[in-house]
């Protein structure tokens, strides 16, 4: 009974996808091959990606030779689909764990930041944020606001100042204050990507000297609602800097919501948070399957 209520109030209930009703919708007519075309559009729309589409529409078509029923359609894209997705790493235990937040800016990285800090602090921990996207001082101004509404700790610095220098800063506060978790935005402009890689292997070496292993998580922040550009953007940023896991940001505010799909099967980084409102709680893990559940899901 308490499983079925959990299901029943997931979070992932506010993915705006129509792609389940549409493929029935698709599949209650007389089937031929222009059936299966149409198909194939409708999950590339769905952000799942040209190639995935199709290798998608072949499958099924081979399945439903054996088994015509389309009501079993939704149940096999599903079973289709689940193992694109990998599961995380165990997280090493480290103190101060330092947690490096990479993205571009519009991405919703700031508002993550803090709905991670939220988070952890939930679970009794000591947070500390290093405010250095010092080249947006906007970026500084809101993660202050944020940092003074949840009462946790932050380190920053004046606009432009060089973004290493409030790492460094923060990082020997962290260990001074006996802090558990480190969170350290970044600037978000792509403009210039040898700019970009220079400033975060900076920020990385200047987190090794300090810390020696660190940063322990490098996550980068997707916002759903731009498609296939968010596919592009990780390619960018896995380029430049080794990305351990991704938050994917205004799932709720995207109606096709495929996305995590090729950038799970393409990047291999698993997701492991997902942003499903502006609350400080509308941060949740990621859940593979009450995410298919939710995306293939025919309307009520």
């Known amino acids: ?47 799942l990606g040209p190639a995935l589409a199709l290798e998608l529409t072949e499958k099924l ?15 096999f894209l599903k079973s289709e689909l689940l193992p694109s997705f990998i599961s995380p ?14 993205g571009v800016n519009g991405s919703g990285k700031t508002t993550s930041i803090a709905k991670l800090a939220s988070h952890y602090k939930s679970l009794n921990k000591n947070v500390l944020i290093a405010a250095a996207d010092t080249f947006r001082a906007a970026a500084v101004e809101q993660l202050s606001t ?18 290493s220098s409030v790492v460094f800063d923060a990082l020997s506060a962290a260990k001074a204050r006996n802090s558990d978790i480190v969170l350290i935005d970044t600037a978000g402009r792509l403009q210039t990507k040898t700019d970009l890689m220079q400033e975060l292997s900076k920020i990385r070496r200047t987190c090794q000297k300090q810390i020696p292993d660190s940063p322990h998580e490098t996550l980068l922040v997707l916002d759903a609602t731009i498609g296939q550009n968010a596919l592009d953007q990780a390619r960018i940023f896995h380029q430049f800097t080794p990305i351990t896991g991704i938050i994917l940001t205004k799932l709720d505010g995207s109606s096709k919501a495929g996305i995590a799909i090729p950038i799970q099967r393409e990047l291999k980084i698993p997701i492991l948070w997902v942003g499903l409102g502006e609350k400080e709680a509308d ?18």
């Open 146 to 163: 944020w940092a003074q509404k949840i009462d946790i700790d932050i380190i920053k610095s004046k606009p432009d100042s060089d973004p």
């Open 61 to 75: 078509k081979t399945h439903m030779r054996k088994d015509p029923n389309p009501e079993n359609i939704i149940p």
């Open 283 to 300: 941060l949740i893990p990621f859940n593979a399957s009450d995410y298919l559940d939710a995306l293939l899901k025919p309307s009520e």
């Open 89 to 102: 790493p165990p997280i090493t235990d480290h103190h101060p764990h330092i947690i490096l937040i990479v």
């Open 1 to 47: 009974m308490f499983s079925f209520i959990k299901k029943l109030f997931s979070p992932f209930t506010k993915i705006k996808s129509l792609l389940g009703q549409k493929i029935l919708s698709l599949f209650s007519k007389k089937i031929d091959e222009t059936t299966f075309l149409a198909l194939e559009q409708l999950l590339y729309e769905a952000d």
